[in-house]
């Protein structure tokens, strides 16, 4: 079944967001790709992600900065972080911020889109209680 | 810096006291006559049997500092260990899931057996040549990583410094050119020959000039200056007006790994092969810098009367 999920990808490397981006596409997810955490939250404000898939070393921004500050513009998107280097103490923080999984490069194509499917659909049950819930306090209040 | 006592003048005192001690009962015993034997005799056993007491104390806490010693050098050992394995799994691992994202590629292009069109040959082969250039890029860390591991026991020469460093300077030269980068010499025309290995400090050299002309990038200048900073020392100073390296980076500077270069293009290990390679020179290297401004590396070498010149 195709994914519906809309994905952004910030990784400073260049040839991986670009190929990354061009195999999501071709397993059907709408993906979009930036190569920093300033851009990603540029691109987050601009329009909605389910997914976010992020990178921890970068210039200017690291990953876990840029987490806080994705978070903070949407709490609802899912964060996942793909990176090559393995840090006990980075991944207890990316949980602490909210991270919904922390993956290591390299990662094969069928474990990142069962990550990003199970993200997605988490996003999608989370959404789902929120309208629900929406729905019942203006049900209560009219 | 942490070292192994070995026959340190620190370690004799324990025996000096003990020598002493004995000395000051031989006088008290010689000296009976003066002070009454058994009083002299007594005196001398207790000196004796503290001196004795007290140097095994001594000893035993010699011992005890040794071994904690050596159990900090294994502990920073270990420590430099799994800083230096994180760093080579971020480098290597970024490569390998680029090779495994196009080989996925390859593998969709092939899947829907619709290579025949120009366009999807040209992605294959495009997906092909970035394998190889990813290839390179591993191979780059790990031929650096040996390289850095490895024991080069430096030979020394005699050499005159000025000339390795416009050596140097002329290979630079050409390409800096081109992006009007000027290099500014002011050798010191009497500068003592010093003790080196001529290709070891040829490679830090070169690595210098690189990295200046790098945080350049284009329209600039880098100065290098010779000069005799004492009797027993000179100094080789690289100053260039690139932009700079912040505050907080500058102690990392010189360790394993740390780059300020997008992905790809600087493994993190020039800098750290040329601090071992000064450090095996009997050397330094400081680094100085002001964000913007430009960034300054001087090369300290002990500077010894030359024996057997090149």
Partial sequence: ?142 | MLKNSGYSLHNLYPYAATILSIALAVVLWLSKEIIGGSVALVIAAISFLSARDLTREVIKANEQKCHLDQQLIQSQKLAAIGELSAGIAHEINNPLAIMGQETEWIKHLLKDNNIEGPGATEELRDSLQEIVRQVDRCKDITHKLLDFARKKDPLMQGADVNKLIEDMARLVDKEATQKNIKIVRDYRKDLPRVQTDPPLLRQVILNLLNNAAYAIGKDGVITIVTRQSSNTSIELVFSDTGCGIPKEQLDKIFDPFFTTKPPGKGTGLGLSISHSIIVKLGGRITVASEPGKGATFTIHLPAQPSRGEQ
Avoid: W
Wanted: net charge negative.
């Fill in chain 1, 1 to 142: 079944m195709p994914l519906k999920a809309k994905v952004l990808i910030v990784d400073d490397e260049e040839r991986f967001r670009l190929t990354l981006r061009k195999l999501l596409i071709a397993n059907g997810l709408d993906t979009t790709a930036v190569g920093s955490g300033k851009e990603a939250i540029e691109e987050l404000k601009q329009q909605p992600f389910d997914v976010i898939l992020l990178d921890v070393k970068m210039p200017e921004m690291d990953g876990i900065e840029a987490l806080g500050e994705l978070k903070k513009i949407n709490r609802g998107v899912e964060v996942i972080i793909l990176t090559g280097h393995a840090s006990v103490d980075v991944a207890v923080e990316i949980m602490r911020l909210g991270g919904y999984e922390y993956l290591l490069k390299p990662c094969p194509m069928e474990e990142l889109l069962a990550k990003i499917e199970s993200a997605y659909e988490r996003k999608v049950a989370r959404d789902e209680r929120m309208r629900k819930a929406e729905a019942i306090q203006t049900d209560q209040a009219s």
